[in-house]
């Protein structure tokens, strides 16, 4: 069984076809069309049709199409209420696509959200778990028995503005302060990262020596070579995401707490400081949830697109 | 319609009679037995029959038992696990109260998650609240599209072991640091009052002149009085259950927290300093949740118990 996925981002959207046993069968990616929408999902239609021509496929053979977006949805009535990155405001999504290219099966959901779908459908868990991902910025999702938790405004799971540094707070970009994003996102390394630089211009050689960009991923090569400062960038990093993965897991109790993003991929140089917190700060029942980066991945959110058509189509 | 009602506490017990609107037609109150769980729920027994009697009615005029008991329960299998304050473990009490009593409608609960039943029957919520006991400790019940939620462990809604205090935290009875119980319970607006009378010993005088004891309801009186120390302990008091109220609002994104609790008395105290908190640390579409108190009074633990009884038999 094939579904078409779209992880529509706010700086990239990846198309692709993916099969039930989560192997991505043709991808195409391209830059998102941040001003113009309709063009957007235009050019996204017509490199799925590009990916479905080349395996001789064409629209009747895939269940249904699902569609990942980077913001505040409501995946029943198909809206998008509002995109910050891409500045998209109450966009019919559901309505365009289905117009456009006379598919049935289609569904939208926050990234977020969708990534915990994914988990459930390609991964194992019991179904009382957070998803968080951490990248430029932190998201999160809360499923409970199974299910997601939208909240009143279908905004639930926030985790990346919950607050995690009250003494000496950086500025987050929603501007209020010591969120964990402003604290522990691969944007916090970053410019930890650079701070380092600026004050000991010993790490200008070190990058060029090791062709690395003074970025999280630049850190991460330093500190698995043994380099103390970058490893004390990432502990920073794990003690402000465990302050914040202390405070859900005592508010929700979860068995699993799933970690994607880019940063999940430095997940050995932050899990043990994340134990650390969760162990300090959460009562004993509480503090059992195990701590695992992804079972999908790298492309954990476009399969997570994926599953959406999967889950809903068993 | 009449449930029985029994809300046992850590240290007192309270037996009532409660019909649907939530009035109180007879009432007991004892001490806790700690020692000998047996024949504590033999005297409550005791005393619900007693209630009874003096109403000339019988068991078979009551619709059925509810019980809150004061540590973690399964109400489905009708086992405490474990009541800390009391020291009992693994007590099959639906088993045991319905052999003495014949009953066969009996319902127990963990008292927070209890609360947040009775509000939902007696009060006016979206199903999507919080509700959180702020008195010699702190817990917290969380309710989704009318559910409560319980956790891997039936341990969710800890938040009072949420930190809301990193730098110069205060160490709480469960061991750890920085506890919104720690920080902001009865128990802590007691120990920062005690402080203050150490501190300035004018405040002797003013418990004498006023007849108050140098505890949380002594510290409300003179806060009422403008005594502007008075007014700051709860301001702090505010402020951290702002803190773990903000975090909450974050993860949960609900339309209602619901305060009771002995400190909800002096809800006027805190709430500005509630707000100010939620306004700085949510999001903006978390932000918009209205706290405010229980609206089932000083008894809400007790009709909180009828409770369990009117809504699985409405």
Redesign the interface.
Same mark, same amino acid.
């Given at each position: 069984m094939l579904a078409a996925a779209m992880d529509i981002g706010g700086t990239k959207t990846i198309i692709a076809l993916v099969d039930n046993k989560g192997s991505i069968i043709n991808k195409r990616q391209i830059k998102t069309n941040t001003y113009d929408y309709k063009a957007h999902f235009d050019c996204c239609i017509k490199l799925m049709e590009e990916c479905l021509s080349e395996h001789f496929l064409n629209k009747q053979d895939i269940l249904g199409l699902g569609i990942n977006l980077p913001g505040?949805v409501n995946s029943t009535s198909g809206l998008l209420y509002h995109a910050p990155f891409a500045g998209w405001r109450n966009v019919k999504v559901i309505d365009y696509f289905s117009k456009q290219t006379g598919l049935k099966n289609i569904y939208i959901e926050n990234d977020v959200n969708s990534c915990a779908e994914g988990e459930m459908f390609f991964g194992n868990t019991?179904g009382?778990f957070l998803w968080i991902t951490v990248s430029t910025g932190i998201g999160?999702a /809360?499923v409970?028995n199974n299910k997601l938790?939208?909240?009143?405004?279908?905004?639930?799971?926030?985790?990346g503005?919950?607050?995690v540094?009250?003494?000496n707070p950086r500025k987050c970009s929603?501007g209020?302060?010591g969120c964990t994003e402003a604290q522990a996102s691969g944007t916090a390394i970053n410019t930890l990262f650079k701070e380092l630089i600026h004050k000991d211009s010993s790490y200008i050689d070190k990058l060029k020596q090791f062709d690395l960009n003074p970025d999280a991923s630049g850190c991460a090569f330093l500190a698995r070579l043994k380099d103390e400062e970058c490893i004390k960038i990432f502990k920073t990093c794990g003690l402000y995401l465990g302050?914040a993965l202390?405070?859900?897991a005592?508010?929700?109790?979860?068995?699993e707490i799933f970690i994607g993003g880019g940063v999940s991929l430095s997940f050995d140089l932050i899990i043990d400081e994340i134990q650390k917190q969760i162990k300090?700060?959460?009562?004993p029942?509480?503090s059992? /949830?195990t701590v695992k980066p992804t079972a999908l991945g790298y492309e954990a959110a476009l399969l997570a697109a994926a599953s959406l058509v999967f889950r809903r189509n068993k």
């Open positions: 505040m019991s009382n999160g /809360v409970v938790i939208f909240g009143e405004n279908n905004c639930a799971g926030e985790i503005h919950v607050k540094e009250y003494e929603c209020q302060f302050r202390s405070t859900a005592n508010l929700l109790n979860p068995k300090e700060n959460t009562i029942q509480c059992v /949830v």
